[in-house]
């Protein structure tokens, strides 16, 4: 479903400041698996998600979607493909227009309609029902202003919002991080029940190791704008928080035995 072959990203290119964060990045990854991404402080992974979601251009490589090269397509193009959450709740919504107006928009867009059409009942049921399905009461909050829900609530939302017509993609980065530990649990379920039942191919970046394991199929780890760590099946099965923080700690350490980075 995803292939991103040899991508390279370079920030403040020709300065002083120039920084490779995305340094020969190969990653596929196959319809319906969903994967989550751990990594330190200034890895890549975010990075990662702006050049998949055409929100950078890479300077290199290839980044092909379902088979098609979405490598220079612009990111409002990818948008009706590509579902993408933040860490921030208030990120991805209009926070003066309220739940239902919210996902109606993003209901158009994904359907390609014009959105200041108005939508037939058919559809606005649909999108209800989408609603009620998170069980959490927000069908009855339809007509409140998103940005007056609390930030689990709004993330729940933004998560029907992002996969009310299946995308290609679902990416999201570390979007449990700014919620209570009860409300980031519950947005956590609501993101594998989605996920599952609609077999979303999808991307997860975590700072939470045991969620990462937890959750989806496939676990990579990234340092220095690559993929250190990709682990599935049996081998990440038995894999411990402390198995992968050891992991994490051997690639470190092995970065600063490295010449390179002590020169
Ligand atoms: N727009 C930008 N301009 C310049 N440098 C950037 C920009 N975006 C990211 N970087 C740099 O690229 C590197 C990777 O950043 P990125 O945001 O991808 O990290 P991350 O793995 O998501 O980290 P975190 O876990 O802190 O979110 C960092 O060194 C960062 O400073
Ligand atoms: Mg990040």
């Given at each position: 479903m995803l292939k991103i072959e040899s991508v390279n990203k370079v920030f403040n290119k020709n300065t002083l400041d120039s920084h490779l964060s995305l340094n020969n990045l190969n990653l596929t990854i196959s319809e319906g698996e969903f994967v989550t991404i751990i990594g330190g402080n200034g890895a890549g992974k975010s990075?990662?998600?702006?050049?998949?979601?055409?929100?950078?251009p890479c300077d290199s490589g290839t980044i092909k979607l379902d088979g098609q090269d979405i490598t220079y397509m612009p990111e409002y193009k990818r948008a009706s493909y590509i579902g993408r959450i933040f860490q921030d709740p208030m990120k991805g919504t209009a926070p003066n227009?309220?739940?239902?107006?919210n996902l109606i928009i993003a209901y158009?867009?994904?359907?390609?309609?014009n959105i200041l059409k108005m939508p037939s009942k058919k559809e606005k049921n649909y999108i209800k029902d989408h609603l009620a399905a998170l069980n959490l009461g927000l069908e009855d909050r339809i007509n409140t202003k998103i940005g007056l829900?609390?930030?689990?609530?709004?993330?729940?939302?933004?998560l029907v919002m992002a996969t009310l017509v299946k995308p290609k993609l679902l990416l999201l980065d570390e979007h449990t991080a700014s919620l209570d530990p009860?409300?980031?649990e519950s947005v956590l379920k609501l993101t594998d029940k989605i996920v599952h039942e609609?077999?979303?191919?999808t991307l997860m970046i975590t700072h939470n190791i045991s969620s990462a394991l937890m959750l989806g199929t496939r676990t990579i780890m990234m340092d220095s704008g690559n993929i250190v760590i990709d682990i599935e099946g049996h081998e990440r099965e038995g894999l411990s928080v402390q198995d992968v923080l050891q992991k994490f700690n051997k690639v470190k350490n092995k970065e600063f035995d490295d010449d390179n980075v002590l020169l």
């Open positions: 990075t990662l998600f702006n050049v998949i979601s055409g929100t950078l227009l309220t739940v239902g107006e158009m867009r994904s359907v390609k309609k829900l609390s930030g689990g609530q709004r993330q729940a939302v933004t009860i409300s980031a609609n077999n979303i191919t």
